[in-house]
């Protein structure tokens, strides 16, 4: 069973970027704003890996899907 709450901080931290709240705004400062064609898990600034966990993660609507889409939804704004 899975502890860890779902939060930006962690979701960062599992697609091995800085995570304090400071990188995490630097980093939606620095990509925003997304294009709204452009899927997130297809936005040229992820490696292969961070793609594929964000792409599995919406296909199968796991509990990361909350969190991605939130931050999805930071990046467009």
């Known amino acids: 069973m899975e502890t860890n709450p779902h939060n930006f901080t962690n979701l960062f931290a599992q ?13 939606i400062r620095s990509h925003r704003p997304l294009n709204a064609e452009v899927v997130l898990s297809d936005a040229l600034f992820w490696s292969a890996s961070q ?3 964000l792409r599995e993660q ?13 931050f999805d939804t930071s990046l467009r704004q």
């Open 15 to 27: 697609l091995g970027l800085p995570s304090s709240a400071t990188d995490i705004e630097a980093f």
């Open 51 to 53: 793609a594929h966990f």
């Open 58 to 70: 919406i296909k199968v609507d796991s509990d990361w899907a909350v969190v991605i889409d939130k």
